[in-house]
């Protein structure tokens, strides 16, 4: 691109006595500039940030006294415990006392499970219910509650885990 | 070429234009995914962070500066830890956080910017649950925005364990904030789902 006006000598030959006006290119060279463009492109295509954090809202439920507390019908609960190592733990009702309805699951099965669940039982009565562990993570925490949106759970509630399913989950080897 | 040039630099020009330098964050937090689709709002903004060792930090947005006083007013009153106006003035500075137990809420606010990046903090006690420091720092927050809006917010690493978010949660409650947000990084829908359903259902109606 680069052109400078170098055909002083030469040419085609004019005749004698007329002088060659000297013409000068108007074109410059465009090379660094692009050079430039390109590398700022590159520099604010890796810098820029697309995607504005978004918010969850969570709210939480008051601690009520035991009689307040609304009486669901205890088969329509599906409890989901997350354990950790990111692994997944749930039973359908009330806990059976020798822990045979005590399943385990994975973040990719639970959703099917949540599904199923959700078919099988009056929606009056479904709700579900998320015991985070303590070793489970705060990842692990908002997937199931975005699980919890996922489906369109509408009854759902986050509350401690208890010792009976600490030792269970321990006991399954994770 | 000219045509190339031409679009480079539309493109040059519509980068430079969007993009949005992120505030140098001393904190650094990966935060989840999740489907929500609310944006997050910048003003009134009182903000828990968690660390990946589940450490806490507790800040207020910049805008909010007489609150702020108000807060390291408040807690220097509930606490006695006996602040002076310059230790004051360095929590009502911008982008301040704090990740210190009260006992040593003096000296952290002491340091100096340069100081402050090499300091190791340890994060605001919580586990404990008589002793939950956060509890304070929230309710001093609750009392400086009182009547107006506060948005209460939680930012958490992937991998913080659950524990010190229970932690904030419990804080929460006792101070009957029964409503906050987590910030996370968005993600669709997965396809199939009854949130996909909705969501696909609703578009053509807007």
């Keep these: ?174 | 070429m000219t045509a190339m040039c031409d679009v480079a630099f539309l493109l040059l020009a519509f980068f430079i234009l969007t993009t949005k330098f992120k505030p140098s964050e001393a904190l650094s937090v990966t935060t989840p995914k999740s489907v929500s689709s609310e944006a997050v709002v910048a003003k009134d903004v009182v903000l828990v962070t968690m660390d990946k060792d589940g450490k806490l930090y507790f800040s207020v947005s910049d805008e909010n500066e007489s609150e702020k006083k108000e807060i390291i007013d408040l807690v220097d009153q509930w606490k006695a830890t006996g602040l002076t106006e310059q230790e004051k003035a360095a929590f009502v500075r911008p982008s301040s956080y704090v990740g210190v137990p009260f006992n040593k809420l003096k000296g952290y606010l002491g340091l100096s910017a340069e100081q402050i990046k090499a300091y190791k903090q340890e994060g605001v006690p919580i586990h404990d649950t008589a002793n939950n420091e956060m509890m304070i720092w929230i309710r001093a927050a609750a009392t400086a925005f009182e009547g107006q809006k506060m948005n209460f917010m939680v930012k958490g690493d992937n991998n913080a364990k659950f524990p010190s978010f229970k932690g904030v949660i419990d804080a929460l409650k006792k101070n009957d904030i029964l409503k906050f947000q987590m910030i996370t990084d968005p993600e669709n829908a997965p396809p199939g789902t009854e949130l996909h359903r909705i969501q696909t259902a609703r578009q053509p109606a807007e």
């Design chain 1, 1 to 174: 691109m680069a052109e400078m006006d170098t055909s002083s000598g030469g040419g085609h030959k004019k005749g004698p006595g007329v002088k060659k006006s000297k013409k000068l290119s108007t074109r410059v060279d465009l090379t660094p500039m692009v050079d430039l463009g390109f590398l700022l492109i590159t520099f604010f295509i890796f810098t820029t940030t697309m995607s504005q954090p978004t918010a969850m809202k969570l709210f939480l439920p008051k601690d009520v006294e035991e009689k307040d507390q609304n009486k669901l019908k205890a088969s329509g609960a599906l409890t989901i415990m997350l354990a950790k190592d990111n692994n997944v733990f749930y039973y359908e009702g009330e806990l059976a006392p020798d822990g045979s309805n005590f399943k385990s699951a994975n973040f990719k099965d639970i959703r099917n499970i949540i599904i199923n669940k959700k078919k099988t039982t009056d929606s009056k009565d479904f709700m579900v219910v998320i015991k985070p562990g303590p070793l489970s993570t705060y990842k692990n925490t908002v997937d199931i509650l975005d699980e919890m949106q996922i489906n369109d759970v509408k009854r759902y509630a986050m509350v401690d885990i208890s010792d009976v399913e600490l030792k269970l989950i321990s006991a399954s080897g994770s």
